[in-house]
């Protein structure tokens, strides 16, 4: 396990590797508030395989408290959503858990019959020492079934890093395993992309409209089947997300598959992704036909953003995603007629926060540290009209009567692509214009100078 | 705002004909079983056989209904003024508990965690201890850190006692800096035992602590205290307040997050709202009893208060309904000397009212219910009163007993008759107790809204967590109003159901 974690953290496709003082990823400081463990991240990455089952071998905690914390849809399946772990006691802390991983293994087995199991180590079994390995290997035999060990406990670091350690536990156990039953010359993987709020579903349907086809989803909406055979793939897209870029890179290497990294948050980036996809799968006329679709695309994007112009106009936003969506959703914003006056980059990377700053003006505030304070100072500073951020600072946000939006992994609205960046629009001028706000700021009638109080 | 444009969702999205054959494709593609064989296993799951294999199920747990030790532990701690929670383990857990507070309470939460990486795993957590209690004190400026621990600081054996002395030697807090710790491993026990663990190390640390202030002192020998337990409702908190004011009673709420969990949006957001003054806590064991409303999430402060506060101790029962809420009344009457107002008792009399106005509703309704022991037994309590008949009462965080205690209540009445309780058993034990015996309604957090769904009944949402609606936190359910407040949910939720399923004929508008 050693190994794989230290070759995570020195991701050579992580651009911080040729910095000496940044050889790995950067660690948490004690006494923060901080983000999500790498148990967390690997299972974000994974949990969308819908018809797997995710089994938690730890206490209860882990699996307990993350169970359906995040929004990732399915089409068909739900195994995904059932909360499985070993539930481990005091006996098994001192005993060791692997009687008990295997049993659970065997229920699993006979109640639900998944295609696979992911069984995901965390603190504790780590600690003890349970082979995971091992134990998936011989029930694999025994049952026929793969039984895939993640080997991402929550001490290892950060979310990020477990997203990535997600990704080798794909290229090792799982990607290459199968062949579909037909390919086309115009299939693709998306990688990175867990269908939010359905996200994947509306990227589908644009590139159904010119023929793309989506050979393998890793991982939102995914089926375990699918994922097997990513390697006939003819290009990769790593959507937003550098976490899983390892992944990209070694299905490179091994399969020649190209990749790109792209996002479908905003009018531009969605037209170049799909023209970079184009262009990758070498096809004029698809090529031909993907300008046509974009044009079309913009021209009715153009027409139906028309309405709320007038609201979003030279709007002031901070914008904290916590996380790697950053300098995606700055594009959109920028194409709403707003200005991100400030961006948090504390879970960024080097290359995530060089692309911020191609986007944003140079009096754009980088707000690095994590927590509400620094948050809050910039909302004040800049004299933002609105903060968007995700769930855990969003109620920081309302004391202080900011118009909030979320935009994190709980969110109920999907805002990638076209029509997403027409909800995005339709939100955010509500969220603007909504009558709560004049509510909010205007004194009580008892108090002195009742009026606004900004 | 102008008119909207319209957009599709992925609700309406599927419905669109393109949608339509790519599934179509898509169900070729995943050969699904036939709608026969879904049907038979559907069947299946309905029968005493599955019930039984699936009861026999041992390693593996489905969908769980408990959170761990520290998720409590933080609980307690938020309820002490300026104090920050400190968890000293891996980063991952406190980022959960934050967000599960947050959802639930739909609050910012500050709590912060020691993060220990590897290394800590390997040479002890000591220095992520003494670094993070001097960040945590330099960036939140609290006036006093709670610290508990994860699993993975248990696991590797850190001794919390010798390195929060380290930490002082060091320089990295000041000598006199109070910082109780209670040790909260998530493999043992719950997130009830957690919160006692660090509420009975919080009573004690304090206790005596300020000194030998002869006014305070005096002042606390009038006053009673109350220590509200594991509680998901800032509503109870305030209704067990207004109670004691209705009563003139003058008391120190011991562990108050009301005000920290339900903060008014003022235009700048502090850190720390409210909570109970430390000087407070301090001269607690002076005054003239103490009450706890819980009696489960409890055990160990109660022992110690017992032992060390000479003064009258009592616990429980949660007082949900009208019995319970009775007795509460009562016993605060009899440590305080003070009569039962006149105000409560028309309240009561109002809920008896009340009550008697939805009677026929709910005369008979079978239900099943999942929660933390107190919570149940309330409710249990609530459910007799009523005419309603507790039949699946499942409690994955009971012991031996709360089982005997809630088979003993349930054999009181008639309607307790078919009553079973379920220790140690998780939500999927439920889907099968619902799908075998099925029942008119259940009630329970959030997550049981899955078993409910897959056995066609109307939720009743009571109890930690409730993530998908907003705000019944800030409604009690405790005391006569809070007896009000489940009576109106539940009865309420009957007539909705009657309606939905009322065919033309019988639409009606009296009931
Ligand atoms: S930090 Fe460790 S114990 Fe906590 S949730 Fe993550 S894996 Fe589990």
């Known amino acids: 396990m050693r190994r794989q974690v230290l070759e995570a953290l020195e991701e050579p496709a992580c651009e911080h590797s040729t910095n000496e003082n940044l050889k790995v990823c950067a660690r948490p400081k004690p006494g923060q508030a901080s983000g999500g463990c790498s148990f967390d991240g690997a299972q974000i990455a994974l949990l969308p395989i819908a018809d797997a089952a995710h089994l938690v071998h730890g206490p209860l905690g882990c699996s307990g408290n993350s169970w359906e914390g995040r929004g990732s849809l399915s089409s068909g399946p739900h195994l995904y959503q059932y909360g499985l772990t070993t539930d481990l006691k005091e006996s098994e802390i001192i005993f060791g858990g692997e009687k008990k991983l295997r049993e659970a293994i065997g229920e699993i087995m006979e109640r639900f ?33 793969p039984v895939i060990p993640v080997n991402s406990p929550g001490f290892v670091g950060s979310k990020n890093l477990g997203t990535r350690l997600a990704g080798e ?19 693709i993987n998306l990688i990175g992309e867990y269908n939010i709020a359905g996200e994947m579903w509306e990227i589908k349907e644009l590139l159904d ?9 890793i991982t939102g909406d995914g089926r375990f089947q699918e994922i097997r055979w990513a390697h006939h793939a003819k290009v990769n897209m790593v959507v937003c997300s550098r976490a899983l870029i390892n992944l990209a890179r070694k299905m490179e290497e091994h ?33 031909r036909r993907v300008e046509e679709l974009i044009q079309e695309e913009e021209k009715k994007l153009h027409r139906d953003l028309l309405q709320y112009r007038p609201v979003l106009k030279g709007k002031k936003v901070v914008l904290y995603t916590g996380g790697v969506k950053s300098w995606s959703v700055i594009s959109a914003l920028q194409e709403l007629g707003m200005e991100v006056v400030a961006v948090g980059t504390n879970k960024s990377t080097q290359e995530d926060i060089a692309r911020i700053k191609e986007r944003v003006g140079a009096d754009t505030e980088l707000i690095d540290e994590g927590g509400s304070g620094s948050i809050l100072k910039a909302v004040r500073s800049k004299k933002a009209d609105m903060m968007i951020a995700g769930g855990r600072n969003m109620y920081v946000a309302l004391k202080e009567k900011i118009p909030f939006l979320e935009i994190n992994q709980e969110r109920h609205t999907a805002y990638a692509g076209y029509t997403g960046l027409k909800r995005l629009a339709k939100h955010i001028a509500h969220t603007l214009s909504h009558p709560v706000w004049q509510l909010a700021h205007k004194k009580a009638p008892w108090c002195e100078g009742w009026a606004d109080d900004r | 705002m102008a008119k909207n444009v319209e957009i599709k969702d992925h609700n309406t999205l599927f419905q669109s004909e393109e949608y339509m054959k790519s599934a179509e494709k898509k ?32 390693a593996l747990t489905i969908n769980p209904a408990k959170a761990c030790q520290p998720l409590g532990a933080v609980l307690a701690a938020l ?20 967000s599960h507070f947050a959802r639930h309470f739909k609050e910012p939460v500050p709590t912060v965690s020691t993060s220990m990486t590897e290394d800590a795993a390997v040479f002890g957590g000591l220095r992520n201890l003494i670094e993070g209690l001097e960040n945590a004190v330099s960036l939140y400026k609290p006036d006093m850190v709670a610290v508990s621990t994860t699993c993975m600081a248990e696991v590797i054996g850190d001794d919390l006692q010798a390195f929060i002395e380290t930490a002082r030697n060091e320089g990295a807090i000041s000598k006199s800096f109070p910082v109780p710790f209670a040790n909260t491993p998530s493999f043992v026990g719950s997130h009830i035992v957690g919160y006692d663990s660090m509420m009975k190390s919080i009573l004690s640390y304090l206790n005596g602590r300020e000194g030998d202030g002869e006014k305070m002192a005096a002042e606390a020998a009038e006053k009673i205290n109350v220590i509200p337990g594991f509680e998901p409702y800032t509503g109870n908190i305030r209704e067990a307040k207004r109670i004691l004011d209705l009563m003139d009673v003058r008391y120190t709420i011991l562990g108050d997050h009301s005000d920290m969990l339900d903060s008014p949006a003022n235009g700048e957001y502090r850190t720390y709202y409210g909570g109970t003054k430390l000087s407070d806590a301090a001269y607690a064991s002076r ?23 000479g003064h009258p101790f009592i616990a429980g029962p949660i007082p949900i309904g009208i019995r319970n809420t ?13 009569p039962i107002p006149q105000s409560l008792k028309d309240e009561r009399g109002r809920v008896v009212d009340a009550m008697t106005d939805s009677h026929p509703y709910l005369q008979g309704k079978r239900v099943a219910m999942a929660g933390d022991p107190d919570l149940l037994l309330g409710l249990i309590s609530l459910s007799l009163e009523l005419g309603i008949e507790p039949v699946h009462i499942l409690c994955t965080n009971g012991d031996k007993e709360f089982e005997e205690e809630a088979q003993r209540l349930l054999a009181e009445s008639p309607y307790g008759l078919d009553g079973k309780v379920y220790v140690g058993k998780d939500l999927w034990h439920l889907r099968s107790l619902l799908l075998t015996d099925p029942v008119d309604f259940a009630i329970g957090s959030t997550f049981l809204k899955f078993a409910a769904k897959d056995a066609n009944i109307p939720l009743v949402r009571v109890g930690f967590p409730i993530f998908d609606r907003h705000h019944m936190h800030r409604y009690p359910i405790i005391g006569y109003q809070g007896t009000l407040n489940l009576l109106s949910l539940m009865v309420n939720m009957v007539l909705e159901r009657l309606d939905e399923e009322a065919p033309g004929h019988s639409f009606d508008v009296v009931r």
């Open chain 1, 113 to 145: 019959s998944p295609p696979a199991v992911f069984v995901y180590s965390t603190c504790v079994t780590a600690l003890i020492g349970d082979d995971l390995e091992a134990i998936c290997r011989e029930e694999t035999r025994k049952w026929g079934v």
């Open chain 1, 169 to 187: 536990t794909l290229f090792q156990y799982v990607i290459g395993t199968s062949d579909p039953p037909e390919t086309t010359p115009y299939d």
């Open chain 1, 209 to 217: 409209k010119v023929g793309i086809r989506i050979l393998s989803r």
């Open chain 1, 255 to 287: 399969y020649q598959i190209p990749y790109f990294e792209g996002s479908f948050y905003g009018a531009g980036e969605t037209g170049s992704s799909l023209r970079k996809i184009a262009g990758l799968l070498k096809d004029r006329e698809l090529e």
């Open chain 2, 27 to 58: 169900m070729e593609f995943e050969a699904p079983c036939s709608l026969e064989e879904v049907e038979d296993t559907a069947a299946y799951l309905k029968t005493e056989e599955y019930k039984e294999k699936n009861f026999a199920r041992e």
């Open chain 2, 79 to 98: 309820g002490f003024e300026k104090t920050l929670p400190f968890v000293h383990g891996s980063q991952g857990c406190v980022a959960y508990f934050r």
């Open chain 2, 287 to 309: 005054g003239k009893g103490t009450i706890a409303l819980q009696k489960y999430s409890t055990r160990k402060t109660a022992k110690y208060i017992e032992e060390n506060w």
């Open chain 2, 326 to 338: 009775d007795a509460l009344l009562m016993r605060i009457s009899e440590l305080t000397g003070k």
